[in-house]
Every structure is written in C-alpha cells, then in structure tokens.
C-alpha cells in the first residue's frame, strides 16, 4: 500500500512499535519531573490518543453482556440460594430468608444476581422444587445496565435508569417518590395486583403488601424470591425508604427469600428480618482453575478470533491465567479485560502466516508484554464507576495509596498523597481536616471500605493501579514505597510499634526486590 505522498505505508504491526517507542520516551523523559497538574496518565495519552484514533492501539471493551454459557464458578453461593429455598419451602425455621453476596469492584456480582434470577429460579430451582410455583424478580439499581427506552427489560426484571439513578444520588425523600411509585406499580403489575397506580407511595406499598400475603396464603405451594442488585452503592437515604415501603413488609412475610449484591459500606437496616435474621457471604477472587475456564468460554465466545486461539493447549490457558492472576488478583471483570488485551496484542505480533498455529500462538502469549497503555485503559474501567467530575483528582489519591496493601488511615494519607505529588506534606491542603474530607470522598466511591480498624482499596482496584503505575513511572512507584517504609520505620521506633515496623520492613523488602534500598 502507498501513500498519498508514494512512499509504501507503514504496516500496522510497525505502526504499534512506533507508538511503544513513543510511549517509552514520554514516560522516560517526564516520570521524574515533578507536575501535580498533569499526571503520568494524561502524558501518555495526550501523544498516544492520535494513534489510537488511527487504530494502531487497542480499545478494550467494556464489561461483557450475561451469558450463562460464559457463567463462572459460584456454586458455592449458588448452592446457599438453592438450600435456603428448599428450607423455606419446608418449613425450616432456621434457615436465613435474606442473604447477602459482598464483594469488591469486577467480581461478577451482578452476573451472579442475574444468574441467580434468569438461570437457577426459574430453570434450575423449579426442577428441585416441583411440587412449588417459584415467582423471581430481579430489581438492579445500577444504571450501568440501564435499558434503553425502546427496549423492554427481560421478563421479570426492574432497572433503575440513568435519571433515576441521578435522582437518587442527590434527592430527597420526597424526590424518592417517583422511582419508588414506578417500582411498586411494576411489583403489582407482575403479580397482577395492579391498582390506583398514582396513589401515594405509603398506599401502594401497604396494598402491594396485602395483595402479597393474600397470594401467599391462597396458595401454599408459591415461593417468592426477590433479587436486588448494587444494594450497596445507592445512596443510604434512598434504602431507607426502600427498606420501609418495599423489602421490610416483604422480609416479614412466609415464604419470601431475598437475596442482595453490592459493594461498600453496609447499611443497618431497620428491620430484624433484614439485620439480624440473614446470612452473608463474602465474594472470591478466581483461582488459577476458574479463570482457565472464564478463558475457555470467553475465547470460544469470541467469533471475530483465528480458530487457532480455540486450539491453544491446556497448558498455554493456564499460563496465560497465572499472567492474568499475577496482573490483576483474579478478579472476573478484569481477567476478561487482561485477557481480551493479551490475546490481541499476540495475534497483533505474529506474521500473518503464523496466526493460525497455536504453538505460535502460545509462545506469543509467553512473550508478549502488556504496555502502559493497556493498563492505563484497564484502570479506567475499574473507576468509571466513580462521577466523572471526581474522577481525576480522586484517580491521584488512589495512585498515592495503592502501595499501601493492607490499607491506610488519615495519619499516613498527607505523607503518600505529598508523596505522590513530589512536595512536602506541609500548609492547609495535608491538614487533618482536608484528609478527612478526601478519606470521605474515597468512602463515597464505594471502592473503598472500612475492615480491621483499617481503610482498605479495592484489591482489584489496588492491584491494577500498582501495577500501573511501577511501569509507567518506576521513579514515583519507588518514591511511595521509600516514603511508606522511611514513614512506618519512625512509626514503629517512636511507638515501639511491631506493626508499623513489619509494614516498614514489607515496604524494604518490595524495594529491595526491584535493587532499591529502603529505610535504614
């Protein structure tokens, strides 16, 4: 191919090693100086954005669309769901009749609620429970997965969308009142119930709650499970409100089980059959087993791929998981996202003629770096979740914390945070009060959470933006971890603290390991 100008055109593969060489230069030449205004993040992009546009670097996808097919692992939290409908439908007086699934940001929690509605309630739970009628709801209230006007929601299923999302964020109560309206008026209309749909809130939520034990008690075989998603991001006012005209009138009724999902701080609910009378359980990473097989699905998954990538060994698979394990901790959203990033950027390197041998293929994936790029673009996914407005200057924080592993107080931020920045943690900015008012904004982002007297990040989150960072300045990544160590050292000498001295001598040891020194 020519040019306009008739020279023969670049090839697309030495077009992506131009743009590495020019983010390797960027990141050379500007790691080291010291620019708050500007972070590493936007150096590289405001040069490499032009290649981007020309299709020379990659654009990861967003999050994948449920399929059961690509449906991972859980049968742990699936068989808890599954026991407690068939305590319920016994009888059994001491099974939980709400359970609660936490996890951290990417590890499948609203693919296991929609798993659990579309999948196990009304395929798999039906077959172990015949003699019962079991009626599933799914109520998400991330507008994330926010359907458009002019598609209907799958049967059995309540979005919140964007501008109720928006209402809730910084409404009121009484701004409350139409998203709760529209959400009652559906429940009635799923349990033919419908009646006086713009009657006040409190009178519907009373009339759905007689409608729904005349139903129960009219039919003793009916199980009604109700699956709500992203609990935990919504704003507390609003789950008030929810707890007190939907789910508490639910919880005390026979014969209702309810499952959550969410993320961040918890919220004491009012209602004992919602505080004290539920089980909850903790999401997992996958391990090395799991994620060969989300790679199996999601490569078989994948039509536009050489067929060579379905026939790479068992072996390439699980080295390729142990890469994406060691890269991102094992979290289901960001091995789809190191994956997908991966196995392009081998196919991208390999001569046309060696696209279709998968021991090619596999000895690419081996070899093949993951650029600064990549990362960059997989820790955006992880924090769209937070208002674009916050979304910078929080982005810093993060950074500046996310050497610290097991997590941090308002005493160590100013010290990371001027760290992060190459100042002095001195002046108004590094004072108490404004570290508090930042810690509150981290909270509100629901990526932080409160564990063991500690605030801990996102372990997904944390690990992809150390990562991040160690390659795309090893100067600053090295500064924060001099900093924590010099910091935890003086700690431990003046408190006579074994705690502080053991996170100054984990920090040596991560230095030590890249050749650098520590605290003495």
């Not at 001598?505 to 991560?510: E, I, L, S």
Request: charged share 30%; glycine share 4%.
């Amino acid at each position: 191919m020519k040019t306009i100008s008739g020279r023969p055109s670049p090839g697309i593969n030495s077009m992506r090693r131009h743009a590495c060489k020019v983010q390797r230069r960027v990141l050379k030449g500007r790691c080291g100086q010291s620019r708050p205004e500007e972070s590493v993040r936007s150096l590289v992009w405001r040069t490499l954005l032009p290649l981007q546009k020309r299709g020379v670097l990659m654009t990861l996808p967003g999050p994948p669309a449920y399929s059961p097919g690509l449906f991972v692992n859980r049968e742990t939290e699936i068989r808890r769901v599954t026991d407690a409908l068939q305590g319920i439908a016994d009888g059994k007086a001491e099974h939980a009749r709400t359970i609660v699934f936490r996890g951290e940001r990417g590890l499948g929690k609203s693919w296991l609620a929609i798993h659990l509605h579309r999948h196990i309630l009304r395929e798999e739970a039906p077959r172990l429970l015949p003699q019962h009628r079991i009626v599933s709801f799914l109520i998400n209230l991330n507008p994330l997965f926010d359907h458009s006007r002019d598609e209907a929601a799958p049967e059995g299923e309540w979005h919140v969308t964007r501008e109720e999302a928006d209402t809730i964020v910084v409404g009121s109560e009484q701004a409350f009142d139409s998203v709760l309206r529209r959400l009652l008026n559906w429940l009635a209309e799923e349990l033919d119930v419908v009646r006086a749909p713009f009657a006040p809130v409190r009178d519907l939520s009373a009339w759905l709650a007689m409608d729904v034990k005349h139903e129960l008690d009219q039919e003793a075989s009916l199980l009604l499970c109700l699956t709500l998603d992203s609990v935990f991001e919504v704003n507390q006012a609003f789950l008030d409100v929810l707890e007190r005209h939907v789910l508490a009138t639910l919880a005390a009724l026979p014969r209702v089980l309810i499952v959550m999902t969410g993320r961040g701080r918890p919220y004491l609910w009012k209602s004992p059959y919602l505080r004290a009378e539920h089980e909850e359980q903790p999401l997992q990473p996958f391990g090395v087993e799991q994620v060969v097989d989300q790679i199996r699905r999601a490569l078989r998954d994948t039509p536009d791929l050489p067929e060579s990538v379905n026939q790479l060994s068992d072996d390439a698979i699980t080295r390729l998981a142990q890469r994406v394990i060691a890269m991102g901790g094992g979290y289901p959203f960001t091995n789809h996202l190191l994956t997908h990033a991966l196995v392009h950027r081998a196919l991208d390197v390999l001569p046309d003629d060696q696209r279709t041998d998968p021991e090619h293929l596999a000895k690419a994936l081996d070899q093949t770096p993951i650029d600064v790029a990549i990362l960059a673009q997989v820790a955006d996914r992880l924090l769209e979740v937070i208002p674009a407005d916050d979304r910078r200057s929080l982005r810093e924080a993060f950074e500046a914390l996310c050497v610290l592993k097991d997590g941090f107080r308002e005493n160590e931020m100013p010290y990371l945070l001027a760290a992060r920045r190459n100042q002095r943690p001195e002046g108004p900015e590094y004072g108490l009060p404004e570290m508090r008012k930042l810690r509150d904004r981290l909270l509100e982002t629901n990526l932080v959470r409160w564990q063991d007297k500690r605030y801990i990040l996102d372990e997904a989150v944390r690990a992809v933006l150390e990562t991040y960072l160690k390659r795309a300045c090893s100067d600053a990544w090295k500064h924060l971890h001099e900093c924590a160590a010099t910091l935890y050292l003086e700690w431990g000498n003046r408190y006579n603290s074994a705690y502080y001295r053991d996170r100054a001598a984990f920090h040596t040891r991560v230095l030590a390991s890249t050749g650098s020194t520590g605290a003495d």
